[in-house]
């Protein structure tokens, strides 16, 4: 089956959503366009002249990237100018990119999760809540011939979906439907002017207020009634929340320097930054923000975070985590190139579920700036 630059990402937005980015991240199509087919689909951490001369040579269509190629607006577009060339080569070469950043942090499971899975740490909350939605209860009255068909369609996009291990939860109770079509009237069941009995299941889900125009559309579509009978009520006991960085704990409490030797071991790191008081200390609560977390930091304190494990920490912010008491293990910013192989096996599984004629790619090229001597 070919395969749009549309279609996909649309695919990738319904897992990882533009909305779940923090505010001003410019996530999104930055260049080319999406209207078109796609062969070659190449994954990378940071688009960088190198990353580009590869998909040139690999003859990509599409780069899918975390760190967005156009974060700050362009005041010249030369092309002497080595970075501003490279916007050029690819419009050129007609290679569309596509950046997924902050959301890429927040959404569950996302990038934060694989770096705990990878610690052998469950996570159990996000660090900093960002985002909050309604969750809501639809209560319909369908007859019986179609309440199974119902049940399963809405069950396909998440309804009754009840925190991490129920799905497809709903209630039924039966009854007798009774009404009278009249005027222009054409009823699925019964004639005009006389009063019909149905045997009808009164059919209870509860589903997040962001699929509520895919609830209402299979609804229409399942129900056979031509004016279904329906109500919506917003939950005020439930909601649904996003949040960035992740904390887990280890099953075992483990000393300080024995965990900054597993961090270094898993990433594959030469080496990395430690912000302590005191080496000697057990610890076991880990939180984690890939990237630039350091911000987040008094948040990872008061969810009583032993250790918190963040890139790009400040000099003087430093200073005030020894003051507040916290171990910090800054490994850099490059770990986030985990994003590459993760999202890489996450869209040949939906190719397999599709059957997409396209191939999906790891770019090759190391974009660390930094390495220790």
């Known amino acids: 089956m070919s395969l749009t630059g549309y279609d996909f990402i649309k695919r990738l937005e319904s897992y990882c959503p533009p909305f779940l980015a923090e505010k001003g991240d410019p996530v999104g199509l930055h260049i080319g366009s999406l209207n078109r087919p796609i062969k070659r689909v190449m994954m990378t951490l940071d688009v960088r002249p190198e990353v580009v001369k590869e998909a040139i040579e690999k003859d990509v269509d599409l780069i899918v990237a975390k760190h967005p190629p156009i974060f700050r607006p362009i005041k010249r577009l030369v092309t002497d100018d080595f970075q501003t060339k490279m916007y050029a080569d690819l419009l050129k070469n007609d290679i569309a990119v596509y950046a997924a950043h902050t959301n890429m942090d927040i959404v569950n499971p996302g990038l934060n999760d694989w770096f705990l899975d990878m610690l052998e740490i469950k996570s159990f909350d996000f660090i900093t809540k960002t985002h909050s939605f309604d969750y809501k209860k639809l209560v319909v009255y369908v007859p019986r011939s179609h309440s199974q068909l119902l049940r399963d369609a809405l069950a396909k996009i998440g309804v009754g979906q009840i925190g991490e291990n129920y799905e497809a939860c709903s209630f039924t109770q039966t009854g007798i439907g009774c009404f009278k079509p009249i005027n222009n009237a054409k009823p699925y069941i019964g004639e005009k002017e006389i009063i019909e009995e149905v045997e009808e299941d009164r059919i209870e889900f509860v589903f997040s207020e962001l699929i509520e125009k895919e609830v209402m559309t299979i609804l229409h579509q399942i129900h056979p009634y031509e004016e279904p009978a329906f109500d919506i009520f ?16 280890l099953n075992e409490p483990m000393e300080l320097m024995d965990f900054v030797k597993k961090v270094k071991q898993t990433f594959h790191l030469d080496g990395l930054r430690l912000v302590t008081d005191t080496k000697n200390k057990t610890i076991q609560t880990v939180a984690i923000c890939g990237g630039s977390g350091e911000k987040f930091y008094k948040d990872a304190i008061k969810k009583q975070a032993d250790v918190y494990i963040t890139g790009d920490v ?13 171990t910090v293990i800054d490994p850099g910013h490059y770990i986030e190139e985990v994003c590459k192989v993760k ?31």
């Open 314 to 326: 400040y000099y003087h912010t430093a200073h005030d985590m020894i003051e507040d008491k916290l």
């Open 234 to 249: 917003t939950l005020d006991n439930l909601k649904q929340e996003f949040g960035i960085g992740r904390i887990g704990k």
């Open 343 to 373: 999202f890489v096996e996450m869209f040949n599984q939906w190719k397999a579920e599709n059957g997409w004629d396209v191939s999906f790619i790891i770019s090759e090229t190391n974009t660390n700036p930094f390495e220790f001597i």
